[in-house]
Each structure stands twice: as C-alpha cells, then as structure tokens.
C-alpha cells in the first residue's frame, strides 16, 4: 500500500475526507458533528485517536463543524492558511496553541511522507483552497467548492491518479428550483458552485492518458441527482473520445456515508 483514500461525506450537510500513507492518516475538512466523524472512521477500520491531523480548505460551516471538537479531544493540529484560521476562530473553540498550523497557499509542504501543496480555489470564503497529495509515484487532488476551475489549477491536477473533483448542480434543476435568486446566483457564479457540465469538460481535459480515476464530489441534494451527475459527465467524456471504465473510473461520493476505500 502507498495510499489510501476514502471520502467519509460530501455534501453541503457536511464534508470530511479521509487520506492515509504508511506514515500518517489525516482528514481533509471536518463538516459534521465529532461523533459522526468518529463513526465514520470506525466504519472503515481506522481508529478516530489514530489521526494525526486535520487540513482545512476553507472557513464554511460545512467544512469545520467538528474540526474544534476532534482537536481538543485528540490533541490533534489543525492545518489552514492565516486568513483562514481568523475567519474560522471563532467557530471552532479554543485551540492549543501547538495545534495551530499555517501553512501558505500556493507553497508545498510536507506532512512526514505526504507532500501537500494548497492552491487556491474561486469560492465565497475568505481564501478558500484544493490540495495535490504527493507520495512516491502516487498524485491524488481534490478540488471542490469553486465557482470555475482556472487553467493555473488544471495545470496542478493534471495526471492525478485520483482525482476529487465538484459536480454541484444540474444548472437547469437549478435555475427551476425553489431556491432564492439571490442563492441560485450566488450558486451560478464565479465564486459559488462547479455544475455537473462544468466536472465534465474540467475532468476532459486533465485527463492524461493513463488510466484515472475521479470521483464525483459536493453534490447537492436539492439541484442534483447521482445519475444526473454521472450521465451528464459521462456524456460529456465519451464525446471527447475518452471511455469510460477503459480510460476513466468515474465513481461517486456520498453525503451521508463513506465511500469505499482507494488504494494505491
């Protein structure tokens, strides 16, 4: 084993992934509540007080909701840029001081065996961020909650073994929904949510040649069905000529429960 991925819950009810080397397990977010996390964590073999860490993308209640109760309660450090940690503060309690860790958007770091390199994402938040995950021969990204994906960030995730990625809203669901305006805008815009054709035509052209997988993330219960998002995507590669199953293993994430575990 080089790697190991599972997301735990993907979804604007909450969000928190799980990523494991040989040397540290860690999880990316933590938007539900301690107990449903630690739940989770168990579902899948791994012991909650085996965790050795905590990334933040960005300040949203649905990314941090049990981050500050799973740092008390297992000493554990939490990883966010500045702005970040001051827009999330005073949402998630008081934290040791050894706990707290800043790293910079842009630059990579490493975490015992796992190299990490934040970048930025286009999101209604204070600096939110996606992550490369970097071990050995391995590359793994996630990006989610950006309203657009720049030609910087494709750059980035380019040839990724596994790659995360948002496929938020069927737009015309969307716009016919009972949503506010001011929502299904903010939604639509450059700083809200990827669309399920938006995934496709991003998934399209990173895709290196050699066989990938993705994982369809953030789904929203309101605007969205699973086999919306997975018809829409698949649509979208067979026309750019990639096929699914041969090229690209296109699965998907849950809001309510962990996927199966990834290997690589």
Known sequence: MTIRFCSLASGSSGNCQYIETDRIKLLIDAGLSGRKIENSLKSIGISPEDINGILVTH??????????????RYNLPIYANESTWKAM?????????NNIKIFKTEKEFELKDLGVLPFKTSHDSIESVGF???????????VTDTGYVSEDIKKKIYNSDLLVIESNHDIEML?????PWFLKKRILGDTGHLSNDLAGEVISEVFSGK???????????????????YQTVVNILREKGIKI????????TQRDRPTKIYDF
Do not use: T, W
Not at 246 to 252: A, F, G, M, P, S
């Open 132 to 142: 490369c995950f970097y071990h050995k021969n391995v590359k793994l990204s996630l």
């Open 175 to 179: 716009k016919m929904g009972r949503y």
């Open 245 to 252: 199953g041969d090229d690209i293993i296109l699965e998907l």
């Open 59 to 72: 300040e949203h209640k649905d990314h941090i909701k049990g981050v500050g109760i799973l740092s008390r």
């Open 89 to 97: 503060e005073n949402d998630i309690g008081e934290i040791s001081i």
């Open 211 to 229: 066989r990938q997988k993705v994982l369809l993330a953030h789904l929203s219960k309101e605007n969205n069905f699973p086999e919306l998002a």
